[in-house]
């Protein structure tokens, strides 16, 4: 009963304290015989491991049910070593499982009895230190991601002593100093940055720790940053020194000050502009305007923003035409619109819209921009122009009849025989001046059509008579070229009203191009027939065609497609302009199919009832 | 109708630029009618007023006085008023055409489209001569 001695031994002590203490301490208590058999162990085992004392009693140390091998191996390698040694004994851990499962780590530290210099038994005390483990290792975790949060961040995050010196650096600082972090902790600004850079930094430091906070953008060495920097308080009240994040905005700044000179740029530019300008919003709506529109309108900002459409600028007669442009802007037809607006004073004025888009969001156009320019003055100079191509070509005149008319009478003999080269050559000048006339005329309708002053005056008229009269003009070239005409005209065909000038100008352009741009024993076809309302004209040929690039462009004043420039160097390229021209201002149509090289065909569609009158001081010339 | 021969008929032409003048007077000339030649208005309504002619052949942009001034002088004449007018121009403007209808013109030609030939044919066919 050596064990009971011991016990009695190690328990005894001032009114049975030791025994209460074994009783209720949380931590595992256990006496062991010099062996290391367990003499007694208290019932906080059971708590910790399920295995009550009873179980475990008697058995020795190094087999414990609850231990693991491992650590059962270094409880045997302990008592082997340090318990002969007699020295006081550190702590040391154990794992193991408890008999429900649960993972036990433990700390174990022993103290030796001694007799007489001989060890005689141990006391072992084992506590449970699972939740500081857990505690210790969620604090390491918490530094480890700390730690790489903070290297991760490409900003500069920094902690300083009240001395300034760093504590911690992260990685970014690697980057633009050129220095290792290991070699930035425990040293100021002062010992790897320029002196100047140091300085700035040393002094918005200082700035913090004396205020607690500063939040600034900061212009060190030539770079932008945003400095974040908060003193750091510890227990007590005790100064530890400085935190820091700071951020290199210096590309930000760049492109904001960029944004911000161009944004400059755009609003002077669109202030100081002649040109109206306006932002609308997807309905049409005045967004902004600027002060030309203002001015060129004569509203004020008031009564435009916010408004329309129909925009107070837009005059009533005109509605019709400006919501067409509109709604061609709306639908995504972003091009020039040549319209008329009206000023307060109810003027009005011509005028170039041009429409784009500003804003889109998901494919959709949410705001609009529009340029107004006045193009009054051009329009006054462009008339001008047309006046002083008519007055020219009046004056042009007077000579032309004279070489048509001396030619003429020379020609038919007035002043004696001629011989025969004598006639040859006064045709060719009676010639060459008939092409100057019909060349002053389309000069003429060209001015007529574009100052306006081109008169329409319907008529009854036979159009098959007219289309015969041009086609017999045309004989000597049909011949000539060995053509085959075919005409193909409905019998029923109605007497119409139109005016006879237009109608011939367009047989005689149409008619003619076929004609000119067909080669050799080529075919042309005129048909006339009735149609509903209208009468068709269609001219077709086996001719050059139209480049299929060029077909756009076709009906374009002094237009002249590349093919036919070569083989026909003559030409105005005025004759389907003048066409076009008349017949849409005339109620009639014109269109076209055409494939080079296999040939044109041109239809033409004139009212049967009657073409629109227009009051004009000037007719065609034909 | 008995046509009549150009001999007995008299045509006044009032014309401001030279050659095309002598043109028009040797043509019509040649063709049998006795011509007569201003170059102004102010000179062809003096002429037409003492030489009552059958037939005006008249310009409108003339010095002095122009053709449509000169043709409502004409106009107010006792004689003037019923005397075939053509005017032979180079404007060819609606204006000036109503304007010349109401003054009872008879033809209105724009010179350059015109052939000598072709304007004789004219005359000859107003003044019902051959």
Redesign the interface.
């Known amino acids: 009963m050596l064990g009971k001695k011991m016990r009695k031994n190690i328990m005894g002590g001032p009114k049975g304290t030791c025994k209460m203490l074994f009783k209720g301490i949380k931590d595992i208590i256990v006496i062991l015989d010099k062996e290391g058999r367990i003499i007694d162990i208290n019932s906080a085992v059971k708590k910790l491991t399920g295995f009550s004392p009873k179980e475990i009693k008697g058995h020795h140390f190094k087999e414990l049910k609850f231990v693991n091998p491992e650590s059962k191996g270094r409880i045997a390698r302990y008592f082997k070593k340090r318990l002969k040694g007699l020295k006081t004994l550190p702590y040391y851990e154990i794992e193991g499982v408890a008999k429900n499962g649960r993972r036990i780590i433990a700390e174990v530290s022993a103290t030796p009895f001694l007799r007489k210099g001989k060890i005689i038994g141990s006391l072992a005390i084992i506590r449970d230190v699972a939740k500081h483990k857990r505690v210790e290792e969620e604090i390491k975790n918490y530094q480890r991601r700390t730690e790489s949060l903070i290297n991760s961040s490409s900003d500069l995050i920094f902690l300083k002593d009240k001395n300034f010196r760093y504590l911690i650096a992260n990685k970014a600082h690697e980057k633009l100093f050129n220095i290792k972090v290991e070699d930035i902790i425990g040293k100021t600004d002062f010992d790897f940055m320029p002196k100047e850079a140091a300085e700035g930094c040393r002094k918005s430091d200082a700035e913090a720790l004396k205020s607690g906070f500063i939040s600034r953008e900061e212009w060190v060495g030539g770079k932008c940053f945003h400095a974040i920097k908060q003193k750091v308080v510890g227990a007590k009240g005790k100064i530890i020194g400085i935190t820091a994040v700071i951020r290199d905005i210096t590309e930000r700044k760049q492109i904001e000050e960029r944004l911000k000179k161009s944004k400059e740029f755009a609003e002077s530019l669109i202030a100081s502009t002649k040109d109206g300008f306006s932002i609308l919003d997807s309905r049409g709506v005045h967004i902004n305007i600027n002060e030309a529109l203002c001015k060129m309108t004569g509203f004020s900002r008031e009564e435009l923003i916010g408004v329309g459409p129909p925009h107070p600028y837009w005059p009533p007669e005109e509605y019709e035409n400006i919501q067409k442009a509109f709604k061609k802007t709306l639908r995504g037809e972003f091009k020039d619109f040549e319209l008329i607006f009206m000023r307060k004073n109810g003027e009005r004025f011509p005028v170039i819209v041009s429409p784009s888009w500003l804003r889109k969001e998901k494919g959709e156009v949410i705001s609009y921009f529009a340029t107004v320019k006045d193009i009054t003055e051009r329009k006054r100079i462009d008339r001008a122009k047309t006046e002083f191509v008519s007055l020219a070509s ?1 004056q042009l ?2 000579p ?3 070489i ?3 030619s ?2 020379l020609l ?1 003999g ?1 002043a004696g025989e001629l011989s025969n080269q004598q006639i040859k050559y006064l045709k060719e000048i009676y010639t060459a001046n008939q092409q100057l ?1 019909k060349l ?2 389309l000069l ?1 309708n060209v001015s007529r059509i574009e100052l306006g002053t081109l ?1 329409i ?1 319907p008529e009854p008229i036979d159009i098959i008579e007219i289309a015969n009269i041009v086609l017999k003009e045309l004989l000597p070239q049909i011949k000539n070229k060995k053509l085959k005409v075919e005409k193909n005209y409905s019998k029923k065909l109605p007497i119409i009203n139109a005016d006879p000038n237009i109608v011939h100008i367009v047989f005689e352009n149409l008619l003619s191009n076929a004609v000119k741009y067909t080669p050799k024993r080529g075919r042309v076809k005129l048909l006339i027939k009735k149609q509903k309302s209208d009468v068709l004209i269609r001219v077709s040929d086996t001719g050059y065609g139209i480049p299929k690039d060029q077909q756009s462009r076709i009906f374009t004043k002094f237009f002249r497609a590349d093919n036919i420039v070569e083989k026909e160097p003559n030409g105005t390229g005025l004759g389907l302009y003048i066409a076009k021209s008349v017949l849409e201002q005339s109620g009639g149509k014109i269109w076209f199919e055409s494939e080079e090289n296999k040939g044109t065909t041109f239809y033409v569609a004139i009212p049967i009832e009657e073409m629109k009158k227009k009051k ?4 065609l ?2 | 109708m008995t046509e009549q021969s150009t001999k007995n008929k008299t045509i006044l032409v009032i014309e401001d630029d030279a050659p095309t003048l002598q043109a028009l007077v040797d043509t019509f000339t040649s063709e049998g009618f006795h011509v007569l030649k201003a170059k102004d208005g102010k000179k062809g309504l003096e002429l037409a007023l003492k030489e009552h002619p059958d037939l005006v052949l008249l310009d409108i942009i003339m010095p002095k006085m122009d053709g449509m001034t000169m043709l409502k002088k004409l106009r107010e004449d006792e004689w003037g008023k019923d005397v075939q007018v053509v005017i032979l121009t180079n404007l060819s403007s609606v204006e000036k055409t109503a304007e010349a209808l109401k003054g009872r013109v008879y033809d209105y030609f724009v010179k350059t489209n015109w052939k000598l030939e072709d304007l004789v044919k004219r005359v000859k066919e107003r003044l019902g001569v051959r």
């Open positions: 009046h005149r007077t032309l009849t004279n048509n008319w001396y003429e009478m038919l007035k006339i002053v005329n003429l008169g005056k004009g001081t000037k007719k010339s034909i």
